[in-house]
């Protein structure tokens, strides 16, 4: 699919620069992290935050196909088979809580639910729109609960329009507010929820599926 030519709505309502926008790593790489209490949600809320004022940035942007050392604060991220995902298939996007969220092309309301548990979703919408005749899947995680509130599915929506918010924590999954942002050509039967975290036996298969959302987001740390 060709992306270049796509006209899309800035889906925090402005565009996420090196002005607005720090690049954060939540790799092994970063050794900040093992001093971070990962489990204690405020203390991760703080480590994010003071990161972001330091830099008197309003956004943190980052994550796709990050190999991560976060992901050990949840059972979330182990599966049946002890094939633990730790490579993020979307983009995060820190910023407070409350945060409007837009509708970057037009579409409809494919799904949406509360993704319950620790580490997980929380509430999460996924929009179907159509590029070029072909069908494709935006998800946005990590919401406000009041978001679900009278949606249904196929509702129709409009590029520009606001349609949901970053959510706090412990409603949004018990994260540090972030929006994650992921884009999938097949949703496989998904409703409501889609694997935003791979483990290296299934990457391959999950970036064929998950384009980088950077194509939607245009974020360039070397351009003001």
């Known amino acids: 699919m060709d992306w270049l030519d796509l006209d899309v709505f800035p889906i925090m309502g402005k565009k996420l620069d090196k002005n607005n926008t720090l690049e954060l790593d939540f790799s ?28 008197g940035k309003e956004f943190g942007i980052g994550g796709y ?38 509708v970057p092309l037009d579409g409809k309301i494919h799904s949406f639910q509360d993704n319950l548990g620790f580490g997980n979703y929380g509430p999460t919408i996924i929009l179907e729109h159509e590029v070029k005749g072909q069908k494709l899947f935006s998800l946005y995680g990590h919401l406000q609960k009041s978001d679900l509130v ?14 949901c918010h970053v959510g706090p924590f412990p409603e949004n999954g018990d994260w540090p507010p972030h929006l994650h942002f992921q884009l999938m ?27 980088d959302p950077n194509v939607f987001l245009k974020f360039d740390s070397t351009v003001s």
């Not at 790489?29 to 990962?38: G, H, M, P, Q, T």
């Not at 009278?150 to 349609?163: R, T």
């Open 185 to 211: 050509l097949d949703m496989n039967g998904n409703f409501g929820d889609f694997p935003g975290v791979a483990s290296e036996r299934d990457l391959e298969k999950f970036k064929a599926l998950c384009p």
């Open 28 to 55: 092994p790489s970063n050794k900040a992290l093992e001093s971070v209490d990962l489990g204690n949600t405020q203390v991760f809320d703080c480590f994010v935050f003071e990161q972001l004022a330091n830099a």
């Open 150 to 163: 009278s949606l249904h599915v196929g509702k129709e929506l409009k590029a520009g329009e606001v349609f």
């Open 65 to 102: 196909l990050e190999k991560r050392a976060i992901y050990s604060r949840s059972a979330v991220f182990a599966t049946a088979e002890e094939d633990f995902r730790n490579i993020h298939l979307g983009v995060d996007i820190w910023t407070k809580a409350g945060s409007p969220v837009y």
